[in-house]
């Protein structure tokens, strides 16, 4: 099993930056991808942004382009979500996801991942 641990959530005012971390460990020697989805009260769990392990090739919401950033620490097995200029619609609970089973498909989707963090609230104040 693979198990991930999310930092750096809090309260920010709109336009306002936040550093997310997700840190792998465990069964990590089969990675592919990591991604970050966002859960806000009464909504269904929505992709935010992806890595893929090899080629670092990265893939993001319509909603973050521009704005938040995905990197990876490879050696750490460890991947941040730079966002920057915030808005309340960010609010939500962010959960750090870990692909330990290839899929070919851009991994957009809940099922396109294997292992998923306990999350970290973001919120954004007007």
């Known amino acids: 099993q693979v198990q991930l641990v999310e930092s750096g959530g809090g309260l920010v005012q709109a336009g306002g930056s936040l550093r997310l971390s997700c840190a792998a460990s465990?069964?990590?020697?089969?990675?592919?991808?990591m991604g970050w989805f966002r859960q806000a009260p009464g909504k269904e769990r929505e992709f935010v942004a992806a890595?893929?392990?090899?080629?670092?090739?990265?893939h993001y919401a319509d909603s973050v382009k521009g704005r938040f950033t995905i990197s990876s620490v490879y050696a750490k097995k460890a991947v941040d979500l730079q966002m920057n200029n915030l808005k309340p619609e960010d609010t939500a609970i962010y959960y750090c996801a870990h692909q330990s089973t290839l899929r070919l498909r851009v991994p957009n989707g809940p099922h396109d991942y294997d292992d998923w963090g306990q999350g970290t609230q973001v919120t954004v104040s007007s």
């Open positions: 465990g069964r990590t020697f089969s990675t592919y991808a």
């Open positions: 890595i893929r392990w090899r080629g670092d090739s990265t």
